[in-house]
C-alpha cells in the first residue's frame, strides 16, 4: 500500500463529457503529480503541485486540468472527451520540495478511464 | 529528446537465470537513478535506486550498476522468478531540476517457466 488514493478506480463514460478524478497523497507529502498511460505505452507526465500551487507541466492538453486543494488532495478534470482519452490515469505524491525528500514517488493503483 | 531510453520494448528469461534491464541516459547532470517496477493495472512501485556518487546498489535479488562514462545503468534481477514479470522503469533526476523525475519508456519483462 503506497499510501496514495483514487479514486473512482474505475469510469466509463461517453465522447464530449467531463470527468473528475480524485487523489489523496501520502500522508505528509506535499506534492502531487498526475501521470497517464494509454495502452501499451509509457508513463506520460501531464502535471505536478506543490502545496496547491502548479509546479511543473508535462503533456497536458488544454482539454485537462488539475489543481491541488488546501488540504493537498488533488483532482483531475477532463474535459470534452475522445475516444483516445481512454487510459489509466495515475496520481503520485512525493516529499518533493521537502528536506526528506529522496526522488521516489509513490503511486495510487490508478484510475481506468473508458471513453465509448 | 529522451533524455531517458530503455532500448528494449521486451524482455523474455528462463526462471532462475539473470534478468538484466538497461537503462541509457544523455544528462550527465543526472544525480539519481530509480527503478520501479509495473504490474498490469496496478501503479508502478518502487524497486530501487541509486545516487550517481556510486556504481553499484544491491537489494536481495536485485543489483543496480551505474557506468557514469558510459551514461548507462543495469539492473539484474537473480535468480528470476515468475513474479518478476512485469513493465520496469527506469526514471533519473537532477538536483538542478529539482529532482523532476524523467522516465524512460519501460521494459516488459516476461519470466519463463
Known amino acids: 500500500d503506497s499510501g496514495v488514493t483514487q479514486t473512482p478506480k474505475h469510469l466509463i463514460t461517453a465522447t464530449g463529457q467531463r470527468v473528475t478524478l480524485r487523489c489523496s497523497p501520502r500522508?505528509?507529502?506535499?506534492?502531487v503529480y498526475w501521470y497517464q498511460q494509454s495502452l501499451d505505452q509509457g508513463l506520460q507526465f501531464l502535471i505536478q503541485?506543490?502545496?496547491?500551487?502548479?509546479?511543473a507541466k508535462g503533456n497536458i492538453l488544454e482539454r485537462f486540468s488539475a489543481q491541488q486543494f488546501p488540504d493537498l488532495h488533488s483532482e483531475l478534470n477532463l474535459s470534452s472527451l475522445e475516444l483516445g482519452d481512454s487510459a489509466l490515469y495515475f496520481c503520485?505524491?512525493?516529499?518533493?520540495?521537502?528536506?526528506?525528500?529522496?526522488?521516489?514517488?509513490?503511486f495510487g493503483e490508478g484510475s481506468r478511464l473508458t471513453v465509448l | 529528446d529522451q533524455q531517458v531510453k530503455q532500448n528494449s520494448p521486451s524482455l523474455s528469461v528462463q526462471e532462475g537465470r539473470i534478468s538484466i534491464l538497461n537503462c541509457d541516459y544523455t544528462?550527465?547532470?543526472?544525480?539519481?537513478f530509480l527503478w520501479y517496477k509495473k504490474y498490469p493495472a496496478e501503479g508502478p512501485t518502487f524497486l530501487i535506486s541509486?545516487?550517481?556518487i556510486k556504481d553499484k546498489n544491491e537489494d536481495g535479488r536485485f543489483t543496480v550498476f551505474l557506468n557514469k562514462s558510459a551514461k548507462h545503468l543495469s539492473l539484474h534481477i537473480v535468480p528470476s522468478q515468475p513474479g518478476d514479470s512485469a513493465v520496469y522503469f527506469c526514471?533519473?533526476?537532477?538536483?538542478?531540476?529539482?529532482?523532476?523525475?524523467?522516465w524512460g519508456a519501460g521494459t516488459k519483462l516476461i519470466i519463463k517457466p
Open positions: 503520485a505524491s512525493s516529499a518533493w520540495g521537502q528536506v526528506k525528500n529522496t526522488g521516489e514517488l509513490f
Open positions: 500522508s505528509g507529502d506535499l506534492s
Open positions: 503541485y506543490y502545496n496547491g500551487e502548479e509546479r
Open positions: 544528462n550527465s547532470m543526472f544525480d539519481y
Open positions: 541509486i545516487s550517481s
Open positions: 526514471a533519473a533526476s537532477a538536483k538542478d531540476s529539482n529532482y523532476q523525475l524523467i
